[in-house]
Nanobody, 126 residues
Framework: VQLQASGGGLVQAGGSLRLSCTASGLALSSYAMGWFRQAPGKERDFVAAIVWSGTVTRYADSVKGRFTISRDNAKNTVDLQMNSLKPEDTAVYYC????????????????????WGQGTLVTVSS
């Protein structure tokens, strides 16, 4: 099983990036999926999650209204569209598969995600 996150890079504040998570050896349609991020010297924090069908999403307050998570089960991908980026969004972003196809009360806890991608670095300059 391998998850691969891509799409990171350097962007100016106010700009946009689109991250993509692809999977091999794992049918993402069987899982809710999440994005987390980890800034240097900090904990890995929840960013966004989406149920298997794509009909329900959840966001951290810090990104609500700016980020959008989506999925294409036919392509086995999950994307994170990031708009109005801020310097504080700078981090390594990780995609991960949740323990269930739906989101329960623990969706923002990294402990309940099973498979993780290797991360992609997003740097937002001021």
């Amino acid at each position: 099983v391998q998850l691969q996150a891509s799409g990171g890079g350097l962007v100016q504040a106010g700009g946009s990036l689109r991250l993509s998570c692809t999977a091999s050896g794992l049918a993402l349609s069987s899982y809710a999926m999440g994005w987390f991020r980890q800034a240097p010297g900090k904990e890995r924090d929840f960013v966004a999650a989406i149920v298997w069908s794509g009909t329900v999403t959840r966001y951290a307050d810090s990104v609500k209204g700016r980020f959008t998570i989506s999925r294409d089960n036919a392509k086995n991908t999950v994307d994170l569209q990031m708009n109005s980026l801020k310097p504080e969004d700078t981090a390594v972003y990780y995609c991960a598969s949740y323990r269930h196809p739906y989101l329960d009360g623990a969706y923002d806890s990294k402990e309940f995600y099973t498979y993780w991608g290797q991360g992609t670095l997003v740097t937002v300059s001021s």
